[in-house]
């Protein structure tokens, strides 16, 4: 391979990658099918690094978000069951039978405490608390995320009541 053709080739990744690949050392021999290689990595990180913010705004408009601000007012049913984002998250939970509720908060004791009233706030009108899963991590500090997820499907039960779990067998010597 000619020296000139590795340097095109180079010239081609660095300005094809906006300088990231500058500073990898490879020789000026480089194999074409590295060349190649190279070129085919950049367009498959550049695509997903494109299509990273797309994934975050469908997983956020699924979501119905509860603000602080909505949050700060004095608080008793009449204004919890009116809140948007409660309201419509219970609309859809009764949607999904079997559904379950993801409640992501901020981190820190602001978001626990925050999240804690809310936890009880829902299981005080009715819904199980087994229905209802936190996760800390919210996207932002000022909001929690209320996501309503399909039930989990579980193996049909195949065990009988006559079949032992372990099996006992005496061993006669």
């Known amino acids: ?10 010239r081609e990744i660095t300005l094809s990658a906006v300088g990231i690949l500058s500073c990898l050392p490879f020789s000026l021999d480089c ?6 290689g190279m070129l085919d990595f950049m367009k498959r990180l550049l695509f997903g690094l494109l299509l990273a913010p797309v994934g975050m705004v469908q997983a956020l ?8 601000e909505q949050w700060a007012v004095p608080r008793n049913v009449e204004t919890i069951i009116q809140m948007p984002a409660l309201a ?3 609309a859809e939970l ?13 981190g820190g004791d602001a ?11 829902l299981v005080s009108l009715g819904l199980p608390s087994a229905d209802m899963e936190r996760v800390p991590g ?13 039930p989990v499907s579980r193996p ?14 005496e061993v006669k010597p």
């Open 111 to 121: 978001g626990t405490l925050w999240m804690n009233e809310l936890h009880s706030w």
């Open 61 to 68: 408009e699924t979501s119905h978000i509860l603000t602080a």
């Open 88 to 90: 419509n998250a219970m």
């Open 94 to 106: 009764q949607a999904t039978p079997g559904g379950r509720l993801v409640i992501r908060y901020p």
């Open 138 to 150: 919210s996207a932002n500090s000022q909001v929690i995320e209320l996501e309503v997820l399909p």
């Open 31 to 36: 194999p074409p099918r590295f060349v190649h």
């Open 1 to 10: 391979m000619k020296k000139s053709d590795c340097l095109r080739a180079k």
């Open 156 to 169: 049909a039960e195949t065990s009988s009541t006559n079949s032992p779990i372990f099996e006992y067998q």
